[in-house]
T-cell receptor
């Protein structure tokens, strides 16, 4: 079973920041937080991952709370192409990816 | 760099028939995965290969599903016989190494069983 809880859906205006929350209250010390997204009719795409420090790459930023029980994926300037299902996954280093149902993000003009 | 290729993109069969899906991973990627994604759900791992050996097939319904990865490159996933509940998108993914952070997914094959 997925170890995370995410809202079913969210909306965001184009050009604004999209903040996608994820709860993972049972995360253990050696487990990472991963984010993937799946655009309609495509396979999932890796976005970012982190252990306890905040991370940033060309796609997004990942903010992990100090107690590591929750995190937020930030898309700083959402575009229509960011409309997708976003999956937050908790994974041990040697574990497989276990996808939940994710958050459906709709970016509107 | 070319991505993960899958074929066919769509397949419609009747229950009890057989079907096979093909996957060509990114060149040089040692690890290959097959996932099943039922409508409205996230992908579920069916089987994982490291080169041509099976690492994890705990979620593969072995009475009807089989997969192989000859020569450690291309892979095929077969269902025989198909059931209605096998209707799903079958996704193939690959990664350079088994512990890599990023898996690269193909576009998937949408299977409809009537």
């Amino acid at each position: 079973d997925a170890k995370t809880t995410q809202p079913t859906s969210m909306d965001c205006a184009e050009g604004r920041a999209a903040n996608l929350p994820c709860n993972h209250s049972t995360i253990s010390g050696n487990e990472y937080v991963y984010w993937y997204r799946q655009i309609h009719s495509q396979g999932p795409q890796y976005i970012i991952h982190g252990l306890k420090n905040n991370e940033t790459n060309e796609m997004a930023s990942l903010i992990i709370t100090e107690d590591r029980k929750s995190s937020t994926l930030i898309l700083p300037h959402a575009t229509l192409r960011d409309t997708a299902v976003y999956y937050c996954i908790v994974r041990g280093y040697t574990d497989k990816l276990i996808f939940g149902t994710g958050t459906r993000l709709q970016v509107f003009p | 760099e070319a991505g993960v290729a899958q074929s066919p993109r769509y397949k419609i069969i009747e229950k009890r028939q057989s079907v096979a899906f093909w996957c060509n991973p990114i060149s040089g990627h040692a690890t290959l995965y097959w996932y099943q994604q039922i409508l409205g759900q996230g992908p579920k791992l069916l089987i994982q290969f490291q080169n041509n050996g099976v690492v994890d097939d705990s979620q593969l319904p072995k009475d009807r599903f089989s997969a192989e990865r000859l020569k450690g490159v291309d892979s095929t996933l077969k269902i025989q016989p198909a059931k209605l509940e096998d209707s799903a998108v079958y996704l193939c993914a690959s990664s350079l190494r088994v512990l890599d952070n990023e898996q690269f997914f193909g576009p998937g094959t949408r299977l409809t069983v009537l």
